[in-house]
């Protein structure tokens, strides 16, 4: 077994996290332990800083603002897929300084794996100016896969230049990587909130973009969907009344945090979509994680896969009591891909700093009679 790291400062705290949930899902020690290395050398400075003081940014990744999420991809009748999404080089001098080292991070692990970086070169630019604007710069994700070699994705910043110019932005990519079709295709929305590449050697690489949702009528939900061929009205709203604590027949609206939705491109001919995404901020509709982990329960039944990984995963990150907060389980989602089957995600705070006490307003969105 590799050593186990020291759980006092940011680095050490999301080393070992990552580890026990890399056994929890049959990675070996090997490639736990590069995995482990990757993410505190992507971090940076950062990774020594001790937990006693303050977080150094006030990140956009997470609630209590640690630079790592993770979460956990399921189907039916697989093994359960890890990701990790990280900030490189949080908290390191400005917007703009933070995102020229967020790049050159990307670029040193895309070495470390001999992984492509060429359509995210394509556009740097748009998404990196020298004094950029919004919430973040660059996020990295990686799918930890066997063998030591994930497969990586990049998270761009429409609002980069300006939240005016987030349309013209996304536009301007969506040409250069011949995506001429796509952003016409996209539902009504009132955010563009990011841009994400698969990088690498992907069996389909996606282009992803990802829009929110403010003050949304789950009676509404199943018209974001432009994917041929995806979820049903039925499966869609299904899964929005059950993760968000709606009563079947009821109607609500998502007065607190957004929901989002993730629009897949992979053919540049096609005018729509090849997979839709539905993710729901389950921590602002719900008293506190134990409710949160009975509607997973509930969801994951629905679609034969079994709750067990995610319950131990829950326990791999904190000894906390589930009903003690709310966010360990920050969002689920839904997903469907063409040419594959339906998955459910589920984004899993690491809490290093904060835990979000339970709920004092009523759980679900807001009825509407």
């Known amino acids: 077994m590799p050593p186990r790291p020291s759980g006092r400062t940011v680095g050490g705290h999301t080393a070992r996290q990552l580890l026990d949930l890399c056994a929890l899902v049959g990675l070996d020690a090997s490639d736990s332990a590069a995995y482990a290395r990757a993410l505190t050398d992507a971090l940076g400075p950062v990774v020594h800083r001790p937990l006693d003081l303050p977080p150094a940014v006030r990140t956009f990744l ?6 790592v999420e993770f979460s956990l991809s399921l189907s039916a009748g697989t093994t359960p897929s890890l990701r990790i999404l990280l900030e490189p080089a949080s908290g390191f001098g400005t917007l703009g300084e933070s995102g020229r080292l967020a790049l050159r991070a990307v670029h040193e692990l895309a070495r470390r794996w001999d992984i492509a970086t060429d359509q995210l070169d394509l556009i740097q630019d748009l998404f990196l100016p020298d004094d950029p604007q919004g919430s973040f710069a660059l996020w990295i994700a990686l799918e930890l896969s066997p063998g030591g070699v994930p497969r990586m994705k990049a998270y761009l910043n429409p609002s980069a230049s300006g939240p005016d110019r987030a349309g013209a932005t996304v536009r301007e990519a ?51 969907n432009r994917m041929a061929g995806g979820p049903s009205p039925a499966e869609t709203e299904a899964f929005l009344h059950t993760a968000s604590g709606l009563p079947d027949g009821r109607d609500g609206v998502f007065d607190r945090r957004p929901v989002l939705t993730c629009h897949a491109f992979t053919d540049p001919a096609a005018d729509h979509p090849s997979g839709f995404t539905l993710h729901v901020p389950v921590r602002d509709y719900a008293r506190d994680d134990r409710e949160v982990l009975g509607r997973a329960d509930t969801l994951l039944t629905r679609y034969g896969i079994d709750p067990a990984v995610l319950r131990d995963s829950l326990g791999a990150l904190t000894p906390r009591r589930l009903e003690d907060g709310v966010g360990l ?16 995600t589920a984004y899993l705070s690491s809490e290093a700093y904060q835990v979000r006490p339970p709920g004092g307003r009523p759980s679900g969105p807001r009825p509407v009679r």
């Open 62 to 67: 997470s609630d209590d603002h640690t630079p």
């Open 174 to 224: 969506l040409r250069r990587l011949g995506h001429h079709r796509a952003y016409d295709s996209l539902p009504p929305a009132d955010r563009l909130v990011f841009l994400a590449l698969d990088l690498g050697d992907w069996d389909t690489p996606r282009l992803k973009l990802y829009t929110a949702h403010h003050e949304l009528r789950a009676s509404t939900v199943s018209t974001l």
């Open 329 to 344: 389980i920050a969002y689920l989602a839904m997903v469907h891909q063409e040419g594959r089957a339906a998955r459910l």
